[in-house]
């Protein structure tokens, strides 16, 4: 059925356009756009027509999901897969998006068999086979390289989840090793919760240390907004991670300074 997979989404594209000048400020806004070739820009540009296709945002808590926001939103999302595919984020459909941080409310029983009652204010969650949440007023100010990417974050925690629970753990390609992968991430995962505890300043979100998950959600979001941190901190994540997005962000950067240069000299 690939043919009728590629009808489609040239049907959707033919159909389907983004304003010039608000696909200009979303690139503008964000650093790792900014430095995307022209070449990536029409891809990304194409991923994203079809990423607001399939899914559906809406506000929540008062909040009027704007043009700019969606496409934002859409534009994040859609770095993570820009060499992979938009497949990636199938089987599910909506995205929540609340003015600021939204309470996550569930229960857990302890130990001792007593029901606690949570209240938690949260910037993002994914749901397994179910809805990313967003708070806007952390993913607006995105882009600036300070390594924190709430959009990033969950849509990373959607890719781990192809495969079942959220563990670190995605479906990798035929190309890559799993064992490379697990000795690479559970190193790393392991140096790191160390560090950690020890009460060390991180360089990387200390968030990484909660859980596997959150270690592969956390260097995602370096990866592609400090990938210079995430590279000299973890190597060999870094390497495993270029092989699974397919992308190497240091070498773009490199490159779009290089380009700078030439046209300043
Ligand atoms: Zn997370």
Redesign the pocket.
């Known amino acids: 059925m690939a043919w009728f997979r590629d009808w489609r989404r040239k049907r959707v594209l033919r159909r389907s356009a983004i304003d010039d000048d608000l696909w200009r400020r979303v690139i503008e806004r964000h650093g790792f756009l900014r430095v995307l070739s022209q070449d990536e820009r029409v891809r990304l540009r194409d991923q994203v027509l079809l990423f607001l296709h399939e899914k559906s945002m809406h506000g929540a808590g008062g909040l009027v999901v704007r043009d700019d926001m969606r496409v934002a939103i859409a534009a994040q999302a859609c770095m993570l897969i820009l060499n992979l595919d938009i497949d990636y984020y199938r089987g599910w459909a909506d995205i929540i998006v609340y003015p600021d941080e939204f309470v996550a409310e569930y229960e857990y029983t302890d130990d001792d068999g007593v029901v606690h009652a949570v209240r938690e204010p949260m910037t ?1 969650e ?1 749901w397994l086979a179910g809805p990313v949440i967003l708070s806007w007023a952390d993913a607006e100010g995105a882009g600036q390289a300070t390594g924190y990417n709430v959009v990033m ?2 849509f990373a ?1 959607k890719i781990d989840m192809l495969n079942g629970d ?1 563990n670190g753990y995605p479906p990798l390609h035929a190309d890559m090793d799993r064992r490379e992968w697990v000795r690479a991430f559970t190193q790393a995962y392991e140096d790191f919760s160390a560090a950690v505890e020890r009460g060390e300043g991180t360089a990387i979100d200390s ?1 990484a240390a ?1 859980h596997p ?2 270690f592969f ?2 260097m995602s979001e370096t990866f592609f907004d400090l990938p210079t941190v995430a590279q000299a901190q973890y190597p060999q994540v870094y390497a495993q991670l270029a092989r699974f997005y397919r992308q190497d962000p240091v070498a773009r950067l490199r490159q779009a300074g290089n380009l700078v240069q030439a046209h300043g000299g």
């Open positions: 993002g994914s974050h969950e925690h959220a968030y909660e998950s959150e959600a956390v």
